[in-house]
C-alpha cells in the first residue's frame, strides 16, 4: 500500500474519554431508536409474511460491515470513518465520496428523526418541536462528547425498559398467536431485498462508535470489541420485538399500522401503555438525533481538515474539545431541514447513501493485510455484494435521487481537482 496516503496526521486532536461501555453505550443510542418503532411497518409492507428473513438479511450485511468498519477503526482511530479508511486504502476519490454520501445521507436522516419526535410529541407542531429538538442537542453535543455519553446512557434506558413492556404485553396477551410468524406466499424475494435496505436504516448506527474513533480511549482495542457488542444486543432486540409484534398483528395488520408498537399494545388490550410507548418513541428518536448529530460532526471535521469542506469547519474547541463549528453548521442544516422537509422521503434517501458509504468501507477492509488485523476476506465481499444489491432493492424514487446526489458529489470533487485547491 506504498502507493497510498499515510495515516493522517492530526493538528488539532480531540480528547478522548470514551471507554468500553460508553462506545457501546453510544453505539446502541444510534441503533436502538426510532427506527423500531418505525421501519417495521413500512419493512412489512414490502415483505409481507417475509418481514423475520429480511430481518436476518439486513443483520447478515450490517454484522459484515460493521466487522470491516471495527478492523478498520482500529488500524484509523481518527474522526471520519469510511471517509478515512477509503482515502487510505484505496485512493482519495473514494475516502471523499464515502464522505460526501454519509454527510449528505445521514443529515436527512437527522431531520427525519427530528421530525419523528415531532410527530409524536406534538403532532399538531412537528416541525417546531423537530427543530426546538435539533436546537437542543446541537447545544449538548456543543457542551462535550462526555456530556452526549451519559445522555445517551440515559435514553438507551427509557427506550429498553419502553420495548420491554411492549413484548411483555404482547407475549402475555391472549391474542398472540404463533402461527402468525410463518412465512407465506406473500413473500417475494425482491420485497425481502427491500425490506432489509429499510431495516438497515435501523441498524445502521453501529458506525458512530467508527467516526468517533477519534475520542476513544484505546481504540485498537475498545471499537473492534465495541461494535459486535452493540449490534449483537440490538439485533436481539430488534427480533424479539418484531417476533412479538408480528405475534400479535399479523403481517398484514402491522404492514398497514402507522405506529405498529402502539397498535400491538392497543389489541393486547393494555391501553395505559400506549402513551409510554408514544414517548419511548420520542425519546428514542432524540437519542438516535442526538448519535446522529456527534457522527455527521466529526466527518465533517475529518473533510475539512483535508479543505474537501471548508477548512474552517476543522477547528476544535479549546475548552470543550469537540468539533464546534462544524456541530452549528451541521445544527442549522437539520433546523432547516427539519422545518420545511418531508419525513416519507428522508429515510429511502439516507438509506442509499449509507449503504453506499458502506460498500466503500467494506471494499477498504478486502484491502487489509493479515498484520493489520484483516477479517476473513469473506465478510467484507459479503458486506460489498450486500451493500450494493439492498441499495438497489430500495424504492425507485431513493434509488434516483440517492445516485443523483452521489453523481453531484463526484462531479464536484473532479471539477475541484481541474480548477486546483
Same mark, same amino acid.
Given at each position: 500500500m506504498s502507493? !497510498? %496516503? +499515510? %495515516? %493522517? /496526521? $492530526? %493538528?488539532?486532536?480531540?480528547?478522548?474519554? !470514551? @471507554? !468500553?461501555?460508553?462506545? /457501546? $453505550? &453510544? @453505539? !446502541? @443510542? +444510534?441503533? &436502538? @431508536?426510532a427506527g423500531i418503532f418505525a421501519a417495521l411497518a413500512p419493512a412489512a409492507r414490502a415483505a409481507g409474511s417475509g418481514l423475520l428473513v429480511g430481518l436476518a438479511v439486513a443483520a447478515v450485511v450490517a454484522y459484515c460491515s460493521a466487522s470491516s468498519s471495527a478492523r478498520l477503526a482500529a488500524r484509523y482511530p481518527a474522526s471520519g470513518g469510511a471517509y478515512v479508511y477509503g482515502r487510505m486504502r484505496l485512493g482519495d476519490f473514494w475516502g471523499y465520496l464515502a464522505g460526501w454520501a454519509f454527510v449528505v445521507g445521514k443529515t436527512a436522516s437527522c431531520a427525519a428523526m427530528a421530525l419523528t419526535v415531532g410527530f409524536y410529541a406534538w403532532p399538531a407542531q412537528a416541525h417546531a418541536v423537530a427543530v426546538a429538538s435539533v436546537v437542543a442537542l446541537t447545544a449538548v453535543n456543543y457542551a462535550g462528547i462526555h456530556k452526549s455519553a451519559w445522555l445517551t446512557r440515559s435514553i438507551v434506558v427509557v427506550v429498553l425498559a419502553v420495548l420491554a413492556a411492549v413484548v411483555v404485553a404482547a407475549f402475555t396477551s391472549g391474542v398472540a398467536d404463533a402461527g402468525r410468524l410463518e412465512i407465506g406466499p406473500d413473500a417475494p424475494a425482491w420485497g425481502i431485498l427491500r425490506a432489509a435496505g429499510l431495516l438497515f436504516f435501523a441498524f445502521a448506527g453501529y458506525a458512530r462508535i467508527a467516526t468517533l474513533g477519534e475520542e476513544v480511549r484505546d481504540p485498537a482495542r475498545t471499537i473492534p470489541r465495541a461494535i459486535p457488542v452493540a449490534l449483537g444486543i440490538t439485533l436481539v432486540v430488534y427480533a424479539v420485538v418484531a417476533v412479538a409484534t408480528i405475534t400479535v398483528l399479523g403481517p398484514q395488520r402491522l404492514a398497514d399500522a402507522p405506529a405498529p408498537l402502539s397498535e400491538a399494545v392497543q389489541v393486547a388490550g393494555v391501553n395505559w401503555l400506549v402513551p409510554v410507548v408514544q414517548v419511548g418513541a420520542a425519546v428514542a428518536a432524540l437519542g438516535a438525533l442526538l448519535a446522529l448529530i456527534l457522527g455527521v460532526s466529526r466527518t465533517t471535521l475529518a473533510m475539512a481538515r483535508d479543505r474537501h469542506l471548508p477548512h474552517s469547519l476543522a477547528a476544535v474547541h479549546p475548552r470543550f474539545k469537540v468539533p464546534h463549528r462544524a456541530e452549528l453548521v451541521v445544527g442549522a442544516i437539520v433546523a432547516v431541514l427539519a422545518a420545511t422537509a418531508d419525513i416519507r422521503g428522508a429515510i429511502g434517501f439516507s438509506s442509499f447513501g449509507v449503504l453506499v458509504y458502506y460498500a466503500i468501507a467494506n471494499a477498504a477492509a478486502f484491502t487489509l493485510g493479515l498484520d493489520e488485523g484483516r477479517p476473513r476476506r469473506v465478510i467484507p465481499v459479503v458486506g460489498l455484494i450486500g451493500c450494493v444489491v439492498v441499495a438497489f432493492a430500495l424504492p425507485l424514487s431513493s434509488v434516483i435521487s440517492g445516485a443523483a446526489v452521489i453523481l453531484v458529489g463526484g462531479a464536484a470533487y473532479g471539477a475541484r481537482r481541474i480548477l486546483g485547491r
Open positions: 502507493d !497510498l %496516503p +499515510s %495515516p %493522517p /496526521v $492530526v %493538528p488539532d486532536e480531540l480528547r478522548r474519554r !470514551l @471507554g !468500553l461501555f460508553d462506545a /457501546v $453505550v &453510544i @453505539g !446502541l @443510542g +444510534s441503533m &436502538i @431508536g
